[in-house]
């Protein structure tokens, strides 16, 4: 079936730093890839998304490129700041291994971020 | 404002007490799906419904059901919940047509 990989955390950063948290994926159809963040007691934000080889999702100064060869869809950030401070959550959604019938989200395991002033 | 809630956000209950945990959506979405998200584990599908009276289950559905009456409502209930269900449990909803999930604030459950 399909899974997610992503970097274990927790990740401690200083702020301005650069972030890269990594995510492979496998997969049976095409999937949709996203990065998903859950602030401090608070549900999940979608960050970013992409739907097909070589888009790059951003957002809020992040971004992400789907890469086919490499399965891969890794995070990146130029400047992080203590507000960026969440569990960051890659994810892929692959309809061809449901049958078509169910938009399930596939889920990493979460990787904790905290960015230091 | 377009919004998935839950409630209640918080509930400790004992082993056995039957429970239900509302989801509502304001978006005329008609996909609809119950999340549990556990430490190291991330987050897992227990069930999910295409439509109005059309419900199936996820990866992890045992011990939970679910209806789907009306477009906007989808509860999970708990008949006879044990201590393994003490999680964080989000419903989530998107539109058919378009690839994006809304979720909810999450409910955190603790069974004791």
């Known amino acids: 079936g399909d899974s997610v990989t992503q970097m274990e955390g927790p990740v401690t950063l200083s702020e301005e730093a650069f972030l890269t948290i990594n995510c492979t994926y496998t997969a049976t159809g095409y999937p949709s890839l996203f990065w998903y963040v859950q602030y401090p007691g608070e549900g999940l934000q979608l960050l970013l998304k992409?739907?097909?080889?070589?888009d790059k999702g951003s957002n809020k100064g992040f971004e992400a490129t789907y890469r086919k060869e490499t399965t891969s869809f890794h995070l990146e950030k130029g400047s992080v700041q203590v507000s960026d401070s969440a569990v960051y959550f890659c994810a892929l959604s692959d309809p061809f291994n449901s049958g078509g019938s169910n938009y399930k989200l596939t889920f990493g395991k979460g990787t904790l971020l905290t960015v230091n002033p | 404002e377009a919004q998935v809630t839950q409630n209640p956000r918080y509930l400790i209950t004992v082993t056995g007490k039957k429970l239900t945990v509302t989801c509502s959506q304001n978006?005329?979405?008609?996909?609809m799906s119950w999340y549990r998200q556990d430490p190291g584990l991330g987050l897992r599908q227990i069930y999910y419904?295409?439509?109005?009276?059309?419900?199936d289950k996820g990866d992890v559905p045992e011990g939970y059901k679910v209806s789907r009456k009306e477009k906007r409502n989808f509860p999970l209930i708990l008949e006879s919940p044990s201590p393994n269900q003490t999680s964080l449990y989000f419903c989530a909803s998107r539109r058919t047509q378009r690839n994006e999930q809304f979720f909810g604030p999450g409910t955190r459950l603790t069974v004791l």
């Open positions: 992409a739907t097909k080889a070589d």
């Open positions: 978006m005329n979405h008609e996909y």
């Open positions: 419904s295409m439509n109005v009276e059309v419900t």
